[in-house]
């Protein structure tokens, strides 16, 4: 018998991160097959892109990354294989580029190109993941990098996309005929076409959008499965989409007043269930590698995120905010974790911090919508 | 799992309702002539010579005191030997020949109670030094030391909580010893003159509190309780048990004393009581050989000195001996490994666990945060590990590493299967440089 000696402690866990990269998959699911029921062909073709781009991409990284050192001696492809990949490559590497392709594939608008596609997967996966140095290293996330890469790009190409009409009479939803996303109602056109979408078929995804975005009922329940699994941390989902839903009140108030025909808790659910809110923060936002370490930074980033999201949402010229507040956000959170002032502990100033962010959005909200702010033409 | 990590997977159900085996009289005992606190010692008595038990054949020298090496037997000195010392060295042992007489050295007397109700914290602090008696939970730290503050003390906290996993020891010793752990507390009271004392212990053991309802009854007015506290890791841990017993959060590096507390092991309370009745050291403990690599864990009563090589049979020996196998004495997390099964159990083992070794594969880290939310000293370890990485000194200073316990916890509870905590060991060395 041999006995080896170890550091302390001895024993680990059961958890690991493969475990955790299951989860999300899991998760991801129900949305998939969703999405795939109802755009069968896109969402198979956008799906295999992503899936075969960026698993290609993380292969080829990872044996460039281990390449074998030049020698005098000639090595045989095999033995040069083989010290690139064996046990560097590992279910890890295909899981991670996985999830990323899923999320990608859901995020992508119906009426994207294919060429959008191929080449949002190809800059996500290698500008927003693997020039970081892989798994973990990231400071963006891959699959948002992509789509906004793809939608900055080539975003005057897409078009739009109807859901099968058998899908709107499924669930008896209001005989629509118009091509506007949800969203696009709210920020381009008027305001009283807001009555259109009633929130239930909302909640069912019976609306253009993205290929997986707009099905809340299976976000939510990944988002279920995941909080009772643990493998996301609930502190970056209820404190982005609180804030967020604080900051749609205030502003529904604030554009509707209290007696109106739309009231401003129907308005705060719309945005609530419109554009990539509730997708983002179940899938994007949680992503550990791009979020701050400690628990009170986790606050933080959620609310930060929230308010650049709603932000966009009502101010600025973009339909949707979640993929570029999200982007905005990961920069925030390195910026949280710097060594000079991170620290796990709850201190009131960092409570002060979070109640006076939100209080200084919801006043800037009021008032730039006061003050015809608001970005409707 | 992106969560604090707070209950460690854990046996000792399995061990902990079984009776302690006694296992007196291994045919050699060994006496360590050195150990972590004293490097040097002096040996008093020559090859042939008869001991008795409890003689003191030797001083250790340490930094700032001295400590008598005691004999656990009697029986002949017959030479040196080298064995594992608990800290993982190769150490000098007093071989001794048990005679199996086991004959009292002439120092130990029998105290009766109006004369230990005379005696003075001092003459307790010059008792319990010539005893050479230590905290037995693991930190053999001179137990006189302690002794000697001037603080008053109002509080003595009994540290039962054993929140390590898989060990035993300290719950069959008060399950099974009940009497002398209330009479030690008694004594340590009268020396502080302290009013109240909290034995601890995890609320999940019933059966050590069903057992201490009912002693506690023949113990009126004595100021004595019971105090139930958490279940998690590291309950045990000095400021989380007063935080938890008392409602007192010590700030980083003040010593319990300040606010009036004086805790103590219950394994030292044992010593306390032997030295003070009886003027004996202590020369038996209770230990748990334990572990997935052991046939049949038990919980054992031995002489200090006992090779582990003995006991090991009395288990049904290894588990699987083909499998590379950990050597652990003391807990799973913060136990040394030992090089080899050869070591020698000195008064601080608290248990022997047997592992097969598993090799998990290092994940890159994920920065979830699991390490950072189980730090109980409020550190950040994935911060101080990429700040070991770069070897920046700067930044590992301002982590303040210093701080950390080596509680293990963030290498348990990391995902990625990282040995955070040999990163943050290194980085206390950064930090001290
Ligand atoms: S070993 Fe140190 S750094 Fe790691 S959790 Fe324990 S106290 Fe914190
Ligand atoms: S070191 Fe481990 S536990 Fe800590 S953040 Fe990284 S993966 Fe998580």
Redesign the interface.
Known sequence: MTIVKENSPHIRRKATVTRMMVDVLIALAPTLIFSFVIYPIKTLIFYVISLAIMNAAEFVYVGLRNMMPKDDQKHTFKEKFEHSYKGKYGINNFLTASITAVIFTLIMPAGAPIYAVIIGALVGIVFGKLLFGGLGSNIFNPAAVGMVFAKLCFGNQYKVVEPPSWWFTLVSGPDITTGATPLTLVNGGALSDIGRYDLLSMFFGQMPGTLGEVYKITILIGLIYLLVRRSIDYRIVVSYLGTAFILAFVAGLSVFGLNNEVNPFHFTMYQMLSGGLLFGATFMMTDPVTSPINSPSRWIYGIVAGILTMFIRFFAALPEGVGFSILLANMVAVVLDHYEWSNPRYTWKKFVAMGSLIVVAGLATWLLISFGGFYHA | ???K?TK??DTKNLVGALPSVKFLNAKYLYIATANARCPKADVFIKEGDHVDTFQVIGMRHGPFFEQPIHATCSGTFVGYEKHYHRN?KLTDFIKIENDFKDTFDKSIILRTPEEIAKLTKEEMTEIIKDCANVGLGGSSFPTYIKFQTDKPIDTVLINGIECE?YITADHRLMLEYPYRIMDGIKYVMQAFNAKRALICIKSKYKDIKAVYTQVLKEYPNSGIELCCVGNYYPQGWEVEMIKKATGIQLNPGELPSNRGIINFNVSTIVGIYKAIKYNMPVIKRMITITGDGINYPKNFRVRVGTPIKDLIPLCGG?KN????????LGG??????????DCIITKTVTSI?V?D??N??E????????C??S?PV???P??IMN?VKCADKE?IK??NPLRCI?C??C???????I?V??YV?KAKVFAKL
């Open positions: 799992m992106i969560a990590t460690i997977h993982g996993p290894y001996p083909d499998k590379e196998k950990v050597f652990i799973p997390m913060m136990g040394a490994s030992v090089p080899s099964d666990i592992f070794k598993v998990e594969p994940q890159p880290c994920v920065r979830c945060g699991s950072v939310m730090c409020h550190l950040e994935v911060q700040a930044r301002k982590l080596e293990g916890l290498s348990y509870s990391c995902t990625s299967k040995p905590t040999d060991r």
